[in-house]
Every structure is written in structure tokens, then in C-alpha cells.
């Protein structure tokens, strides 16, 4: 069954610094654990641990690749968190551009 | 890392001296009513005409809330504001996202106005505060947005 991320779980994952580094790792190449270790201040099993948080809110997908698992962005929980933000921006926008062609209008109305 | 930017375009009858104009100036007449952060309903919606200008809505008693800043005023074809309301909708004025107007002359008149947001991945900096306060009393836009992320499941 196909699980609904919401924008939600996706800001709250992004919340840890920790979390928020490997993601932004994982962001620029997708990578294994092992590479994302190296790079960073913590344990493997603690990066495992930040990846799993990833994964479940929808940020992180993971492909076996011979005995490794790579990790890579996954577009739908980042979809959700930018959804709202979109809708708001869409709504906003809209509501200028019909008031700016009332006024336009009204200018245009007024020589008559 | 980044994640891809908001981008929306509209395109409105007047020259684009006009439609920066009126985008601007007239931000409290055009600003969706209960878009806005403020615990009681906006006045004004203020950005002040000059880079490191204010950005702000005040209510009907004179209490000011800041969105954010000014980044660069470029009249007609430009205008960047520091977007600073973080993920709770709440101004922080070490957080700052950007949001680029830009407007740009149509064959045949009128303008395209284009609006970019970017610099989304730095709403994930307060995020856990932003999900432990889903409980509590969020101003309207935070209800919206809650409202639009359930009607999404």
C-alpha cells in the first residue's frame, strides 16, 4: 500500500542537525552508509538510525546495489513539504494579479 | 543541497511600472485575507521602499509583525524579499529565505509577473519545534496549513 507523507513528518525529520547533514549528503550524491559515516561526526549504526527517520517520513529511499544499499533523495516527502507553501504562493499571486487588472480596469473605465 | 523553488507566474493587464506598483504598495489590498501572521487582522502590509527596508503587516492598533526584509528594490522589473517567517509562522530574524518578484513587459502590453521562493530547505532548521506546537494554538495560515496537508492524505 502506497503511504501518504505529509509535510509534517517531513519538516519534523529535517528537524535533528544531524539528520538535516545526512539528508543534505544523500541530497548531493546519492550515497551508502558507509560514505555518509566517513563524512560526518557520528557512528555508523547512528547514521542507519537518522536514515530509517529519513526513509519512514518519506525523504530518503534506499536501492540494494551488490551488497550495498544506496541511498537517495526520495520526491514525494519533499513534495508535501513544498505543496503548502506552493498553494499559498499560488493563492496570493492570483488574488494581485485580479486586483492589479481591477485597477486597471477601473483606470481604463474612467475618460468614458 | 536544495530543494527545487516555489515558481509562479500570472500575468496582469498593467505595464510593469504599475504592476510593481501596485504589488508593493498596495500589499494590504491585495493580501488574502487571513494569509497574513498577525494575531489580529492587518492594516497594513508595509515593505518599505528601499533595500534593508522592513517588510511588515501592523493591525488596527499600530502592532507591527515582521515578515522579513528588503532585499533589493529594482523598480519596475525586480523586487527580492527576505522571506523571515520560519516553519511556525513565526518572524526570526536568523532565518531568511528569499523571494524574487520579478516583472518582466509582454508583447502587446501588460507584464509577467514571476514569483520565485527558494532557500526551502532552511525551514527544516526548526522543524521539531514547528511539529511539537501542532497542538497548541497556531495562527490561521498554520490551521490552513494543516488543514491542506490532511485534505492531501
Not at chain 1, 543534505?24 to 559515516?37: C, H, N, Y
Not at chain 2, 497594513?44 to 528601499?50: D, G, M, T
Not at chain 2, 507591527?64 to 511556525?88: C, D, F, I, M, Y
Amino acid at each position: 500500500m502506497a503511504k501518504h507523507y505529509t509535510a509534517t513528518e517531513s519538516l519534523a525529520a529535517l528537524g535533528d542537525p544531524t539528520r538535516r547533514a545526512i539528508f543534505e549528503r544523500v541530497a548531493t550524491r546519492p550515497s551508502a552508509v558507509g560514505d555518509l559515516a566517513r563524512g560526518l561526526p557520528v557512528s555508523r549504526p547512528a547514521v542507519s538510525q537518522h536514515l530509517k527517520v529519513l526513509k519512514e517520513a518519506g525523504l530518503v529511499t534506499e536501492t540494494p546495489e551488490g551488497t550495498r544499499r544506496i541511498y537517495r533523495l526520495d520526491p514525494r516527502g519533499i513534495a508535501a513539504m513544498r505543496d503548502w507553501l506552493d498553494q499559498y504562493w499560488s493563492t496570493a499571486l492570483h488574488a494581485f494579479a485580479a486586483f492589479a487588472d481591477e485597477q486597471a480596469e477601473s483606470k481604463e473605465e474612467k475618460p468614458k | 543541497m536544495s530543494i527545487a523553488p516555489i515558481v509562479h507566474t500570472v500575468q496582469v493587464k498593467a505595464a510593469p511600472a504599475r504592476a510593481f506598483e501596485i504589488f508593493t504598495s498596495r500589499m494590504q489590498d491585495w493580501w488574502p485575507n487571513g494569509k497574513t501572521v498577525g494575531k489580529k487582522p492587518h492594516v497594513a502590509i508595509v515593505a518599505e521602499p528601499h533595500e534593508g527596508g522592513r517588510w511588515f503587516e501592523r493591525d488596527a492598533e499600530g502592532t507591527e509583525t515582521h515578515w522579513g526584509k528588503v532585499l533589493a528594490w529594482e523598480p519596475p522589473a525586480r523586487l527580492l524579499l527576505g522571506w523571515q517567517l520560519n516553519s511556525q509562522w513565526t518572524f526570526d530574524p536568523d532565518f531568511i529565505t528569499e523571494v524574487e518578484m520579478t516583472f518582466a513587459p509582454v508583447a502587446g502590453g501588460g507584464t509577467l509577473v514571476r514569483l520565485e521562493h527558494r532557500n526551502l530547505e532552511r525551514f527544516g532548521a526548526d522543524a521539531e519545534k514547528h511539529a511539537a506546537s501542532l497542538n497548541g494554538g497556531w495562527p490561521t495560515l498554520l490551521a490552513d496549513f494543516a488543514k491542506y496537508t490532511d485534505n492531501q492524505a
